[in-house]
């Protein structure tokens, strides 16, 4: 089993629609939890942390389910400008490796 | 402050030959990560440096990979007789040294080989 899961999509949606992703992990230890965004053939972009109490940053909006080893990433009223691939990525400690999922394809179409 | 930097940017190499990718952290960070994204897949962690220590290489390929994070200079990632599989996306990034919570990693725009 991949220590990050995600489904692969690819998720195409109109804009303006509201599009969730989810994540599973695998390894209880991680501590850290992130969304990061991959346009095509460039490097990963921080996008948001994510925390059990969930947290909101304009039309996203994180959750983090530790009891489920779960991640959610919402995005609300979708821009063509959010068409990319959306990483989930957890972190185990302070220093130390990132541990990547393969990534969720979006495709926003006008 | 100039963000994460490597080079170069494309390489192009013939099975058999070496690769050298380079990678400059950002001001005062004394962290280095190497990770590698094959065609379609992940990025995957491959070795984490500090100035002239290796600390976790449990990513690396066991044999023809090397890396490498000089008292000064740039961190170098090696790769020796390059077969057509290694042909990826190779992105390194940097951390600040304080510890305590999750340090962001900055990730450089990436060195993309192919190897024909």
């Known amino acids: 089993r991949k220590e990050v899961e995600q489904d692969p999509g690819p998720f195409n949606v109109p804009e303006g629609a509201t599009v969730a992703f989810n994540c599973t992990y695998s390894n209880s230890a991680s501590q850290s939890f992130f969304w990061c965004r991959q346009d095509c053939r460039k490097e990963p972009k921080l996008l948001m942390s994510v925390y059990s109490s969930g947290n909101e940053d304009g039309r996203f909006t994180a959750q983090l389910n530790r009891a489920s080893q779960y991640i959610s990433l919402l995005i609300r009223d979708s821009k063509l400008s959010d068409s990319a691939t959306y990483l989930c990525v957890v972190h185990r400690g302070s220093q130390g490796n990132l541990i990547f999922g393969k990534g969720t394809k979006l495709s926003v179409k006008p | 402050n100039a963000g994460v930097m490597q080079n170069p940017r494309h390489l192009v190499r013939r099975r058999g030959q070496e690769a050298r990718l380079r990678c400059s952290p950002m001001k005062g960070h004394s962290h280095v990560y190497w990770y590698r994204q094959l065609p379609e897949e992940g990025l995957k962690f491959m070795v984490y440096l500090q100035k002239e220590n290796i600390i976790d290489e449990s990513g690396m390929p066991k044999e023809r990979f090397s890396a490498e994070f000089p008292k000064e200079g740039p961190s170098i990632l090696r790769i020796q007789q390059v077969v057509r599989g290694d042909s990826a996306a190779y992105f390194c990034?940097?951390?600040?040294?304080?510890?305590?919570?999750?340090?962001?990693?900055?990730f450089g725009p990436g060195t993309r080989l192919t190897v024909l």
């Open positions: 990034a940097s951390s600040p040294p304080k510890g305590g919570a999750y340090n962001e990693q900055f």
